[in-house]
């Protein structure tokens, strides 16, 4: 096991980012708060509206899925925390808190498993998609749930381990919302043309 984290902190980091942005772009297509807004501009473009709502949903999961899984070929939130424990690097109050965010984050990613193992990273050939869907039960308020978690389990270790935190500042839905309005106004001023 490693003992320099960095990297692999790093790069958990980076899919817990990559998960947060896809989430975002995929929600400001789905929400109820702008859908409404922006489906007929979407409607106009349904070949390209239809595969990016699939492909960013599709991302998210594969971003998610790995941080939690538990191979031992791989590194993940549960390595991390194993290793955290073998080797000492954190106070034994900063790991329990580490494990409790993991604890309440794993119902959530199990139902993420669910999707990813039987709809989108393999297919099953015992359910269907809509079956999966139904035996995950995972809302999209549970998804975002889930990449908040990833983020403070990560933060709270990285402060323990070297006093830092990562901002996770970058987002994706204004700038969709902004590439969708832009576009709607074009298809608008082009109506009055």
């Keep these: 096991m490693p003992t320099n984290l960095d990297p692999h902190i790093a790069a958990l980091r980076h899919s ?13 297509y789905k929400s109820k ?25 599709v991302a998210l999961l594969v971003a998610l899925y790995p941080m939690y899984e538990t191979r031992r070929d791989t590194f ?4 991390l925390l194993k290793v955290l424990d ?18 309440e984050a794993k119902p959530l990613w199990v139902r993420v498993g669910v999707l990813r193992n039987n709809a989108f990273g393999h297919r099953s050939d015992s359910k269907t998609v809509k ?13 975002k749930k889930l990449i908040e978690l990833t983020k403070r389990l990560l933060n709270t270790i990285s402060l323990a381990l070297d006093g ?27 109506g009055r043309a």
């Design 164 to 190: 830092t935190v990562h901002l996770f500042n970058r987002a994706a839905t204004e700038a969709t919302l902004r590439v969708l309005h832009d576009l709607k106004e074009c298809m608008a001023h082009r």
């Design 131 to 143: 079956e999966a869907f139904k035996e995950a039960g995972i809302t999209p308020d549970q998804l």
């Design 33 to 57: 708060e702008h859908r409404p807004i922006y489906v007929a501009t979407m409607n106009r473009y349904p070949g390209f509206f239809e595969t990016s709502i699939y492909a960013h949903f």
């Design 86 to 103: 073998k080797e000492g690097h954190v106070p034994d109050k900063v790991l329990a808190k580490a494990n409790a965010i993991h604890a």
């Design 16 to 28: 817990a980012s990559v998960a947060s942005l896809n989430y975002d772009i995929w929600w400001a």
């Design 76 to 79: 993940n939130i549960p390595r």
